[in-house]
C-alpha cells in the first residue's frame, strides 16, 4: 500500500546538516516541518498549525504559572498615538525607530499619527493613571497575550520578526522594594518554566546599562546557549522604577495619607522561544521536543502486512484509545505512507516516542518504543505501556534538559586573557565568563572586536580573576559574554 | 470593620435604569463592573481583567468546539500588502472605506501601503495558494484568534469597535458540498455553543444578498435579540464559493488528475458577543452571568460579627476549599468591605449564586444561597453544598435561557400589514417574521422607512402570508426583519 507516485521521495528531503551551513539547517527544519512561511510583507510569517501547537503549549504552561502568581488577563490596545509614545524620553528614543506608523483611516489622513505597539508601557500607562487612586488598587498585577511589531531590518522565523506574539506583564506597586520582588519572581518564572518544561537550561542575571530596556531602572534577563554556541534572550524582566509613573502620572494615596507615584514592573517573552527550542534540541534530523513541550508525545505507528493488516490495525486503534488521557497520543494509520516513511516524518517533526506495533509484537503481545532523543529502543508488554510510556517521557525529559546542560557546560569559558576571549568567540564561541570593570567603553570595545556582548551579569558566580577581560585595571562585576541572536 | 471614609458610598452608585435609558444602562453597566475602559484612539477600547475573563471563558469553551470539529490553531501576518486585499473585487470594496493604512515603517516611507487586517482572507489565501497543491492536502481545516480592524465611523463599546478580538475560521474543500456542509456545520457549533454556554437564544438563517460577506457565495448567521428589542448578528458563517479561489488561484491536484479550484469557507465571532451577555441577561442592578460563562459562579460573603469574627471567616474557608474544584468559587473575606456592600458589588458582577453564612448560619449547620437571577434564597446544609450548588447552577442556567427565549418569543411579531410592521419597529420593535418578494428593492424600502433591515432567511420557519410584506406581491421567501446593533 506505499505510495508509488514519487511523492513519498519527494517529501523526505535532506535537511541540511548543522555542520554545513546552520541558518540554513534552521530554515529546512521550520520550513519542512511546516512550523511556518514567510509573508509577502517583508520579516513578517504565518505560524502554521504545528509551529503554533507549540505556542499553544507555551500558553498554556506558562499562562497558568503567571496566573497562579496572582496575574490576571486583560487587552489594551494596538494603536498608540504618536504622543503617548513620546512621553517617556529614554522608551521613545529606544523604539521610535522601528515602529510602523498608521497614517490613514478609511479615507481620513489622521490628525495624530499612530504607532503600531512595539511594547505596551505608554499605552497602560495612559490607561493605568486613571485607574489607579489609592493604596487598595495596589499591586495592580495585569498580563496580556498580544501581537507586536517591530519594524526589524534584519529578521530570521521566530527568533525576530517584524511581528511577533509575546505575553507582556505590567504591574504597580506601592513601594520599590515590592516592584523589585515582582521583578525577580517573574524572572523566577522564567527561569523555572524554561527549564523544567522546555528543558532549556539558562542563567538568569542582571541587563548592563547598555543593554537594558528602554525606559527602566535595571532589567534581569534568562539567557539561553544555542546548539552552534550564539546565546540567545529568552525571556526578560524589567524593574521600571518611576520612570514611567512620573511622566504618565500614575499616582496613588497612600495610608499615610501622601499622593505618592507607583513603582512599576514589566516583563516578557515571546514566539522566539520555539526559535531557542528548535536550536538548543534539534539535530540533523529534524526538531527534537522536550516531552513537555510536544502537542503529539507518542506516536503509534502501526506496521502492515497483507495478511495482518485487521489485527495490527485493531490492536494499534486498541492502544491509542488506552493511552489517550495518559500522554499526548496519536495514531498514524495512514496506508498510502510505508512505516520507514512514517519514521522519519515524525523524527523530523520531533515526536518524543515512537510505538511500532507489528504483526511479530502482536504475537509477543508487546510493543516496541523508540526515543527521538538517544535512539534507545525498548519492546514493553503491550499491558505495561500506559504505566511505561509516561515513566519513559519523564526519563527523557530529564535526559535533555541534562544534555543540554552538558553542552553549556562545555561550551562556557573563562579567563582573563582578551586574546583568548577574542579566539573563542571568533572558532569556538559558546559563553565566556570573565570579570568586568563596569565601563561601558570595554563593554563597545569586545562588542566591536568579537561581536560579544555581555549577556548578564550573574546572580551568585565570580569570575576567578578580578581584573577587567578588556583593559586589565579592577573590576567590580562579573559577566558572560557571547555572541547572540 | 465597615469602611469609614465614605469611598463605599462612592463605590456603590445608581446604574441608569433600563427604561430610562438604554444605551447610558449599557456604559454604566461595563463601566462600574470594570469591564472596560475608554482608549484615547477613538473606537478603542481597553478589555479590563473582569471583561476579559469573559472573553476567556469563549476562548476556552467556544475554542474546544472549534478544535472538536478538526480545525486547528494557527496565525497569519496583521499587515496585509494593499495589492492582496485588492485582488478580490468585491471583498476590497466592502472592506477598503474602513480599513487603517501602514504606510511608514521607521522613518521609511513603504513602496506599498499595508492594511491592518479587517479579516484575513486576503492574507490567507495567499498563503493556501502555496500550501495547497493535492487532494490529499484537503480539507484544510485552520483557525485563528487574532485581533482586527475596522475603521469605523460610529462606535460603541464590545458591540462595535474600531479594533475587537475575534477568531477566524478559513477552510478549503474539495467539492462545493463540501464547503457547504463545513459553513452549516460551523453555524450549528455558533448556534450550539451561544445556546447551551451563554443562555442566548438565537435564530439560524441565510442573510440577503445586500447584507451577505463581501465575497461570498452565501452567508449564514445567528441573530439574537437583545432585551430593548434590538437584534443583533451573533456569529456568521460564509461559503465563499470559489470567489478566492480563482483570484488567489488556490489549486489542487485532484484523484481524477484534473487540476481545480478548491471550495473556500470563513466564519467568526468576536468580542461582540460579551454585548450580547450583558444585553441579554443584563437589569438594572447590573451584569447577570449565566453559570458557563461566569468566571465567578459562586461567592461566598461571610458575615462577620465581633463576636463571632474567627469561627465565621475559618468556616468560610473550609467552605471554599471544599467547594474548589467543583465550582468556580470565591471567597470574599476582605474586612474593611460590609456584607452589604459586598452583595450590591457582586450582585452587579452578574455572579449567579451568592452564598450567605453568618453566625446563625453556623448555629444551624448551613449556608444561604441567593440566586442573581432571581433573587430566590434557599438554606442548604453545609454537607450539602458540594451537591445542591452545582444542580442549581445547571437550573440558573436553563432558567436564563428559559427566560430569554421567552422575551424573544413575546417579542415576536408577524402579519403582512406593512404599516403595523412600522408601528411595530418605531414602538415595541423585536423580531417581525413576514413574507419577503426577494427583491432588493422592497429590502430597503423597509429599511429607509423603519430602520429594520432583513436579520436573515430562516431555516424551516414560513410566514402565514404568501405576498410580500413591503410590496404585496407574491413572495417566496420568509425572513426576520428587526432594527439591530
Not at 125 to 153: G, H, T
Not at 254 to 278: E, F, M, N, P
Not at 323 to 338: C, F, P
Not at 369 to 392: I, M, Q
Amino acid at each position: 500500500m506505499a505510495r508509488q507516485d514519487g511523492y513519498e521521495k519527494e517529501f523526505v528531503k535532506e535537511i541540511t546538516p548543522q555542520s554545513v551551513d546552520y541558518s540554513q539547517w534552521y530554515i529546512d527544519v521550520i520550513q519542512k516541518t511546516e512550523m511556518m512561511d514567510y509573508a509577502p510583507v517583508k520579516g513578517c510569517m504565518a505560524i502554521r498549525p504545528f509551529g503554533f501547537a507549540i505556542w499553544e503549549r507555551i500558553q498554556e504552561l506558562l499562562g497558568a504559572r503567571i496566573k497562579e502568581t496572582g496575574h490576571e488577563n486583560a487587552y489594551f490596545p494596538l494603536f498608540i498615538p504618536q504622543g503617548l509614545l513620546q512621553k517617556e524620553a529614554e522608551h521613545v528614543e529606544g523604539f521610535a525607530p522601528e515602529v510602523a506608523w498608521v497614517t490613514k483611516g478609511g479615507d481620513e489622513v489622521l490628525a495624530e499619527p499612530l504607532v503600531v505597539r512595539p511594547t505596551s508601557e505608554a499605552i497602560i500607562c495612559d490607561f493605568y493613571s486613571r485607574w489607579i487612586q489609592s493604596w487598595r488598587d495596589l499591586p495592580l498585577l495585569i498580563n496580556q497575550w498580544c501581537n507586536v511589531v517591530r519594524w526589524e531590518k534584519s529578521t530570521r522565523p521566530f527568533l525576530r520578526t517584524s511581528e511577533f506574539l509575546w505575553q507582556e506583564g505590567h504591574t504597580c506597586h506601592r513601594t520599590e522594594a515590592e516592584a523589585e520582588e515582582e521583578t525577580l519572581r517573574m524572572l523566577e518564572v522564567y527561569r523555572d518554566f524554561i527549564e523544567s518544561d522546555m528543558a532549556i537550561p539558562v542563567i538568569a542575571g542582571r541587563k548592563t546599562e547598555q543593554e537594558k530596556f528602554a525606559g527602566a531602572l535595571r532589567t534581569y534577563t534568562v539567557e539561553a546557549l544555542m546548539s552552534d554556541g550564539k546565546a540567545l534572550q529568552a525571556g526578560t524582566s524589567h524593574n521600571l522604577g518611576q520612570h514611567f509613573a512620573k511622566v504618565f502620572d500614575i499616582t496613588f494615596l497612600d495610608q499615610d495619607g501622601q499622593l505618592k507615584h507607583v513603582w512599576q514592573t514589566s516583563w516578557g517573552v515571546s514566539t522566539r522561544l520555539i526559535g531557542a527550542l528548535i536550536m538548543v534540541h534539534g539535530d540533523d534530523r529534524g526538531l527534537k521536543l522536550p516531552p513537555r513541550m510536544a502537542p503529539i508525545q507518542a506516536v503509534i505507528v502501526p506496521i502492515i502486512s497483507k495478511q495482518a493488516r485487521e489485527a495490527v490495525l485493531a490492536a494499534a486503534g486498541a492502544l491509542a484509545e488506552q493511552l489517550k488521557g495518559i500522554v499526548h497520543v496519536k495514531l498514524d494509520a495512514r496506508e498510502e505512507y510505508s512505516p520507514g516513511w512514517k519514521y522519519n516524518e515524525w523524527e523530523m517533526k520531533g515526536v518524543p516516542v515512537r510505538i511500532e506495533l507489528g504483526p511479530r509484537d502482536l504475537e509477543k503481545n508487546q510493543a516496541v518504543l523508540v526515543r527521538r532523543d538517544s535512539g534507545a529502543k525498548e519492546a514493553v508488554p503491550l499491558g505495561e505501556l500506559p504505566v511505561r510510556l509516561p515513566l519513559l517521557l519523564e526519563e527523557i525529559q530529564r535526559d535533555m534538559f541534562a544534555a543540554a546542560l552538558a553542552f553549556r557546560e562545555a561550551n562556557t569559558h573563562t579567563g582573563s586573557d582578551y586574546r583568548h576571549f577574542a579566539e573563542v568567540m571568533e572558532n569556538e564561541r559558546g559563553f565566556y565568563l570573565a570579570a568586568w570593570c563596569g565601563r561601558e567603553e570595554c563593554e563597545l570595545k569586545a562588542k566591536n572586536d568579537t561581536k560579544a556582548t555581555i549577556r548578564c551579569i550573574p546572580f551568585n558566580v565570580k569570575a576567578e580573576s578580578d581584573r577587567c577581560l578588556v583593559c586589565g585595571e579592577k573590576a567590580a562585576e562579573t559577566v558572560y559574554f557571547a555572541r547572540s541572536y
